[in-house]
């Protein structure tokens, strides 16, 4: 999506789709991973977090793992 913040500790894997405005992870946390996974638009998604095969709808946050 469009606006989309990623750490460079952030992993996103095939098969996942990331809405607009939305931050993952966070600097100097713990690896992010998301696989085969929706997240909505305006979603902060913390550090050391792992999604697989989930859907998030718009403004969901999900704290650190």
């Given at each position: ?12 894997q ?7 405005n939305t931050t993952i992870?966070?600097?100097g ?8 996974s929706?997240?909505?638009?305006n ?6 977090v792992?999604?697989?095969n ?11 793992g």
């Open positions: 999506g469009k606006d989309v913040i990623l750490a460079r500790s952030c992993s996103i095939e098969d996942s789709l990331i809405g607009y992870g966070c600097e946390g713990s690896i992010t991973t998301i696989t085969e929706v997240i909505g638009n979603c902060v998604i913390g550090a050391g792992k999604l697989e989930v859907y998030l709808f718009d403004n969901v946050i999900v704290g650190d």
